[in-house]
Every structure is written in C-alpha cells, then in structure tokens.
C-alpha cells in the first residue's frame, strides 16, 4: 500500500488478518491515524510508516505486537506523543525520539 497518497485512514477491518506479516505504508503521505485495534494483527513483524507526514498518533495496542522486528517511524514530523506501550520498541525502531514518550 505504500505510496497511497490520498489515504488517511485504514479500515477498521484490517485488524481482522491475523496472519499478516508486513504493512508497508511508506509514503502514504495523508494518513492521519491507524486503526486502535491493530494489536490484533499478532503475526505482523514489520511495520513500516515511513514518510506518513500526516500520521498523529499511533495506537496504544501496537504494544501487543510481541512478533514486530521492524517499526519503521522516521519522517513522520505530525506525530505527536507515543504511547508507553510502546517503549520496548524504542531500541529497535527507526525514527524514534524519546522525547514524545507519553
């Protein structure tokens, strides 16, 4: 999906393949948020938002993503705090700025 550039929102129903493993939404540059139940996708290893120029926050529930290797922020200057949840990521992701810790 990468490069969608008048997306802003997934659908909600994405959180429904379990057994997805990558979500490259590099460039999407209007995409504002993600679904608050992506968590859901348990087999997901990488995730990459890349240039989402757009996006805001992040769900709280990409804590619960135990499998993600690969979490790809960089470039997303409208993002505002990260939620605490998703501190374990903070050595591995790229793009990450301690600072907007909530």
Do not use: H, Y
């Amino acid at each position: 999906m990468n490069k969608c550039k008048n997306i802003t929102t997934l659908p909600d129903n994405i959180c429904n393949l379990s057994s997805l493993c990558m979500l490259d939404l590099r460039s999407c540059k209007k995409l504002i948020s993600l679904p608050r139940e992506i968590g859901n996708l348990s087999d997901l290893k990488c995730l990459d938002l890349r240039a989402c120029k757009k996006l805001e926050t992040l769900p709280s529930s990409l804590g619960q993503l135990t499998k993600l290797e690969f979490l790809d922020i960089s470039g997303c200057v409208d993002l505002g705090n990260i939620p605490k949840s998703l501190e374990k990521f903070e050595n591995t992701a790229e793009g990450w700025d301690k600072d907007k810790m909530e």
